[in-house]
T-cell receptor, first 109, second 116 residues
Framework: AQRVTQPEKLLSVFKGAPVELKCNYSYSGSPELFWYVQYSRQRLQLLLRHISRESIKGFTADLNKGETSFHLKKPFAQEEDSAMYYCALRHGSARQLTFGSGTQLTVLP | SAVISQKPSRDICQRGTSLTIQCQVDSQVTMMFWYRQQPGQSLTLIATANQGSEATYESGFVIDKFPISRPNLTFSTLTVSNMSPEDSSIYLC?????????????FGPGTRLTVL
């Protein structure tokens, strides 16, 4: 069965510092990996997906199949990055997502 | 993209009663899902709402407890039946749409349910 693990429930960094939110997955096939973000009082929204290899709001994530990881990184955190971040996996022909437990990021001034 | 609305946005219910949550999408979509987010927990898929046929439930969820309707391609309901305090959660509707040439899941604002 597929599984997504986010080991950090809470993460605090200072503004301007680098940030990395960890995500590990277990799945025997070729997964699609996503990062979703939920800002305070807003709905859950897609931040980025691994297949597009894009940088959104300065965030990037690289799929490492050897380490089965999809860590989210940003070189210089901003206060507006404070939010809940979820790593998610879509597997095989299924269209639904399996979510990690989420990491609450707080960027301190 | 797809814009999703849910009703009600929140409710406080008594044990043993039932609540029906509505999900409305501004465009026709094939795939529609219902998730639950218990306090302090991540999102867990309850079921996939299929238009014109019975919903497909995930392990641990049954139709008697969470009946789902999908009468057309823009609307679905989830009922939480015979509620207990353990059903207190946020219930989210999501749909699959296309954004920037990729399939993407869009989420509704959620329905916050408290069962006393």
């Amino acid at each position: 069965a597929q599984r997504v693990t986010q080991p950090e429930k809470l993460l605090s960094v200072f503004k301007g510092a680098p940030v990395e939110l960890k995500c590990n997955y277990s799945y025997s096939g070729s997964p699609e990996l996503f990062w979703y973000v939920q800002y305070s009082r807003q709905r859950l929204q897609l931040l980025l997906r691994h297949i597009s290899r894009e940088s959104i709001k300065g965030f990037t994530a690289d799929l490492n199949k050897g380490e089965t990881s999809f860590h989210l990184k940003k070189p210089f955190a901003q206060e507006e990055d404070s939010a809940m971040y979820y790593c998610a996996l879509r597997h095989g022909s299924a269209r639904q997502l399996t979510f990690g437990s989420g990491t609450q990021l707080t960027v301190l001034p | 993209s797809a814009v999703i609305s849910q009703k009600p946005s929140r409710d406080i219910c008594q044990r043993g009663t039932s609540l029906t949550i509505q999900c409305q999408v501004d465009s026709q979509v094939t795939m529609m899902f219902w998730y639950r987010q218990q306090p302090g927990q991540s999102l867990t898929l309850i079921a996939t709402a299929n238009q014109g046929s019975e919903a497909t439930y995930e392990s641990g969820f049954v139709i008697d407890k969470f009946p789902i309707s999908r009468p057309n391609l823009t609307f679905s309901t989830l009922t939480v039946s015979n509620m207990s305090p353990e059903d207190s959660s946020i219930y989210l509707c999501s749909v699959e749409g296309v954004s920037s040439s990729y399939n993407e899941q869009f989420f509704g604002p959620g329905t916050r349910l408290t069962v006393l």
